[in-house]
């Protein structure tokens, strides 16, 4: 197979930031995808519907004429959040989700919930008004390893949510290990995930085996071989329940090339031709579609994209770092020959 003509794929987990570099990213996502679950951790965060509405409006701004691209808003929830204004927010179609960090999990997320428990209300309306909530899955103890976080955030904090709240519909954000699969596949309809290309490509000797590799630096943190094999697998398996989210997160090179270099990789002007290698290498290409163009709508409850994309099998370099509206961003397979190029 030489080309691949799919339905127009989404993104269903993405940092634009904002001002000079969200000018610079937001066309290389509108490139590749018609719409895209845009995560609120800028500083200040999009915690209100107002700040929501406002966001948008600069990211339409920044699409490049002759593209449609729709950017779905997401609501940053601390220990304050108020369940009426996010209500409202999605009953206008401000807001399409919400999304839980664990104070202090990642970049930008010091704002965050400090104990999901005083969110009880909020996630009751959410679960009553049908509204989705993003989470992003890791505890923030000391004294749990980094590498374990994800598999103790599931039994510490998402399994005893899900019992509490079963209607509430639940994305797993950009998994990491087995254990987060596992966990999927065994809940009910109401739990999804996204997986990122990164986490499809690398394990972690890719990140720390000779030399450390701060471009393949990002959180969740790359797991062991045996996770990606698990990621893989359920990528590729034909589940309702997995789908596309890059969780591309730009930071400027010298912010990753640092004595404390910033979690995140900026995966968007390649998104599309790296997942694609995955499912080419897995033999399952003609479970593509679904996974980018389908699973996640039919989850969010929104209409599948009309019109197509191609894909055709062509060498496809990818530069050593990009410049983003003036700032150098290195992006991933940086330096690498890719097998696939969106056409057009
Ligand atoms: C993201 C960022 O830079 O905003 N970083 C990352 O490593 N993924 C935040 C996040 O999604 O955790
Ligand atoms: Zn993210």
Known sequence: MDSLTIRRPDDWHLHFRDDAVMEGVVPYTARQFARAIVMPNLTPPVTTTARGAAYRERILAAVPEGIEFTPLMTCYLTDNTDADDIAHGFATGVFTAAKLYPAGATTNSDSGVTDIRKLDRVLERMAEIGMPLCIHGEVTDHDVDVFDREAVFIERTLAPLIVRLPHLRVIFEHITTAD??????GAGENVAATIT??????????????GIRPHAYCLPVAKREVHRLALRAAATSGSAKYFLGTDSAPHAREAKESACGCAGIFNAPYALESYLAVFDEEQAIDR????????GPRFYRLPLNEGTITLERADNPVPEVLNVNGTAIVPFHAGEMLGWRLAG
Do not use: T, W
Not at 197 to 210: D, E, F, K, S
Not at 288 to 295: G, H, I, T, V
């Open 288 to 295: 593509f579609e679904a996974f980018a163009s389908e699973n």
């Open 197 to 210: 290309p990164q986490h499809l490509h690398l394990n972690r000797n890719a990140m720390l085996v000779g």
């Open 180 to 185: 987060a699969v596992q966990f999927v596949d």
